[in-house]
């Protein structure tokens, strides 16, 4: 039931637990206590909405970040990563492979206050060697939800 119940929940997570009962064959007692054991272990970490901030009305600038550190003798990234994700501008911090060790997602009202994050707060921190940044320019998709609906081709049609 969790695998299946994980999916149902992370494809819309405003199923009701009647509905989630039904699409599983389940009680409403079991699939809300397996809800409740999932939150209270840590495997549902939370609820969120997917805003379409341009749609909102919303002035934000999101930025990929990529940064390049120097690991602590028997911390690896872990304590650069904590220091980093401790950040109130910070949304997401990832590991990742490649040219850069982090990738860090921020979002804030301008591009200049992205750049005064990553040149006052970001970039001196202690292990920080250095960073680049991505500024995202507009979002077709995101968390596997589509942001742009289908284009309309008003071209016309042409015969000859």
């Known amino acids: ?26 009680s409403e007692e079991e699939v809300s206590a397996e809800i409740k054991l ?10 969120k909405a997917i805003i379409d901030k341009e749609k909102a009305n919303v002035e934000t600038v999101s930025a990929l970040i990529e940064i390049k550190v120097q690991p ?3 911390h690896g990234f872990d304590a650069i990563a904590k220091k980093i994700a401790k950040l109130d501008e910070v949304e997401s911090i990832y590991l990742m492979s490649g ?3 982090l ?3 921020v979002t804030d009202r301008s ?9 006052q707060r970001l970039s001196p921190l202690e292990g920080v060697v250095s960073t680049a940044t991505h500024f995202i320019l507009k979002k077709y ?4 939800v589509l942001f742009s609906g289908e284009e309309k081709d008003d ?6």
Not at 141 to 144: I, P, R, S, T, V
Not at 155 to 160: D, L, V, Y
């Open 1 to 26: 039931m969790e695998n299946k119940l994980l999916s149902l929940l992370e494809t819309d997570a405003k199923l009701t637990i009647k509905e989630l009962a039904v699409m599983l064959s389940k």
């Open 38 to 47: 999932l939150e209270d272990t840590g495997v549902i970490k939370g609820y």
């Open 72 to 74: 602590k003798l028997g």
């Open 99 to 101: 040219g850069f060790d």
């Open 103 to 105: 990738a860090v997602m």
């Open 111 to 119: 591009f200049q206050e992205v750049a005064m994050f990553v040149a």
């Open 141 to 144: 998709k995101e968390q596997g």
């Open 155 to 160: 071209r016309g049609t042409i015969s000859f």
